[in-house]
């Protein structure tokens, strides 16, 4: 099922940007979907944004709709997700998951603080 590698995770202040990275192997990337989902301590993991093999069709959460964009660039099998304007509501970890399979990277945590 290959494996994802994610980065970019830090600590940025509010309203701040921060663009984390999935690094995928072992499988077909341009024919996979791929979404990225969060989980803050005591939360259950929710979705944030999906991108389909098609890199025009994406899908986003409702608390990331006009602050995020995923995209994904299929020479480098790379997913992105760019964060902007970062809420006090969004530190979690960040998880790259490829849909349909049982395929997640190992996290990145995001600290939004003054």
């Known amino acids: 099922q290959g494996h994802l590698v994610e980065s970019g995770g830090g600590l940025v202040q509010p309203g701040g940007s921060l663009t984390l990275s999935c690094v995928a192997a072992g499988f077909t990337f341009s024919g996979a979907a791929f979404q990225w989902f969060r989980q803050a301590p005591g939360k259950e993991r929710e979705h944030v944004a999906t991108?389909?093999?098609?890199?025009?069709?994406?899908d986003y959460s409702d608390s990331a709709k006009g602050r995020f964009t995923i995209s994904r660039d299929n020479r480098k099998e790379t997913v992105y997700l760019q964060m902007t304007n970062l809420k006090p509501e969004d530190p979690a970890v960040y998880y790259c998951?490829?849909?349909?399979?049982?395929?997640w990277g190992q996290g990145t945590q995001v600290t939004v603080a003054s």
């Open positions: 998951h490829r849909m349909n399979y049982e395929t």
């Open positions: 991108i389909y093999s098609t890199h025009t069709l994406t």
